[in-house]
């Protein structure tokens, strides 16, 4: 479980019709020649700009697509989702048009049970599945412990925050943001903590699971035994990647984890000694 407040910002206009200004999808830079395309999705209470700063990271060959749930920064006046089937329908049919080519999807903390339950969805509708599903920072569903942290008062929601780190201290403090980002946290955390996940065959595609070397949501050792319980879910190949740092680890290894996504879908898209240019 993470949160980290995704906090409201202007709208950037209307959406159309396509799915590159659909309310779901983010892509800032686009890149239509893209042999690739990366799905990110956030953890509990995070928004899209979260994976903002990997544009600089990734190499022209890849296009970046973040999901943006409702009720948080240009999405603020959307209402809430807390039901998992009905966020993944709504994901689905906004991405299904942009799975024209190879693809891959990474989900950090509750993302990654959101990424897990997408692959399915795609799959039930006859999509092509993704080339690597990404993991991060949560045990696989149905394995991972559900917590009670939504029932609670805002006093107890804060404590675990600051558990977690990752969050602002000053946003947890302040009168007038304090409610309003509480209040998308708490609806993310109900969503994934009454999240129950139907059994179903194991998915056909490769999972790189990774994760904080100190991540107070994994129980000590799980990655090592078994992958934290993903490598049932899938009858292809599973691998483990531990990184230095806590739940929120991927902030301060933002390179190495991009590089050790990218050594994943092609090996020649990491190649030391490649800078790629800075995107907006």
Known sequence: MSAHPALPVPAAG????????????????PRPAA?????????AGGGASAYRPWLALLPPEVELLAVQYPGREDRFQDPLVDDMEELVTQIADALV??????????????????????????????????????????????????????????????RELERLGGTSLEVLADDGLRPVVLGYIRNDYRLIE????????????????????????????SAARGAGGWADLTTARTEVRTFPGGHFYLNGRRREV??????????????????WPSTP
């Open 194 to 221: 009454t999240y129950r996940p139907a059994p179903r065959a194991p998915l056909s595609c490769p999972v790189a699971v990774f994760t904080g070397e100190s991540d107070p949501e994994l129980t000590p050792g």
């Open 14 to 29: 209307g959406y159309g019709s396509s799915w590159r200004s659909s309310p779901w999808i983010r892509c800032w830079s």
């Open 35 to 43: 042999r690739f395309r990366l799905v990110c999705l956030p953890h």
């Open 258 to 275: 991009v590089a050790a996504l990218l050594r994943r879908l092609d090996p020649s898209l990491a190649e030391s000694g490649q800078k």
């Open 97 to 158: 048009p942009a799975l024209d080519r190879p693809y891959a999807v990474f989900g950090h903390s509750m993302g990654s049970a959101v990424a897990w339950e997408l692959a399915h969805e795609l799959r039930r509708r006859g999509a092509h599945g993704p080339l690597w599903l990404f993991v991060s920072g949560r045990e696989a569903p149905g394995t991972a412990t559900a917590g009670e942290v939504h029932r609670q008062t805002d006093a107890v929601l804060c």
